[in-house]
């Protein structure tokens, strides 16, 4: 067994423990919120994630840290929640429950999370448009588009949902003529 299927094991219980809490407390949207900041704080600051994950460092100096980090910052019992995962030394997949935390979450809502390569930015209209065909596709009742601006495409757009791929660049057509003329 890989180590990061091991790990989406341990994240799991943890996810799906704080979304029962939330939906039960009618908190979805505060904890949402709150994960996404963290996951913000997270992204920018290297020195934060190296001490979450440093397991040298001790207990008490980690729960300081995000008691004064984030006491202000977010829900009570998110608060609560992160200084538990210290106590378990689970706080470093903290990412990882956040990201299973939402793929539960986007479920529960019906949310279909659609991961979208351009090598140019969408006008409003045309995410829109994209939106509302991956609704038709997915059977979602809501599509959120997930931008990453990749110059090296050199036109169209591949999306990903899942593990579902659908490539409709340039380089993705010439990838597939280039198989199909190879194997006749």
């Known amino acids: 067994m890989s180590s990061q299927n091991a790990n989406d094991k341990i994240a799991l219980p943890y ?9 039960e407390n009618k908190i979805i949207n505060d904890i949402n919120s709150n994960l996404s ?59 990882l429950i956040i990201d299973k935390y939402f793929e539960l979450a986007y479920k529960l809502d019906s949310i279909t999370v659609a991961n979208i390569s351009t090598p140019v930015a969408l006008t409003e209209a045309q995410q829109e448009a994209l939106m509302n065909k991956l609704k038709t596709m997915t059977n979602s009742q809501t599509v959120k588009l997930e931008m990453n601006i990749d110059t090296s495409l050199l ?24 198989f199909y003329l190879s194997n006749t």
């Open 15 to 23: 996810a799906e423990a704080l979304l029962e809490y939330a939906n």
């Open 37 to 95: 900041a963290i996951q913000s704080l997270l992204a920018e600051s290297i020195d934060f994630q190296l001490l979450l994950n440093n397991p040298l460092t001790a207990i008490e100096i980690k729960k300081d840290v995000i008691t004064k980090l984030l006491s202000n910052q977010v829900n009570g019992f998110l608060l609560k929640f992160l200084l538990l995962l210290v106590d378990r030394r689970r706080i470093s997949l903290i990412n």
């Open 155 to 178: 036109g169209g757009f591949i999306i990903q949902i899942g593990s579902k791929v659908i490539d409709t660049s340039l380089a993705g057509k010439l990838k597939n003529m280039a």
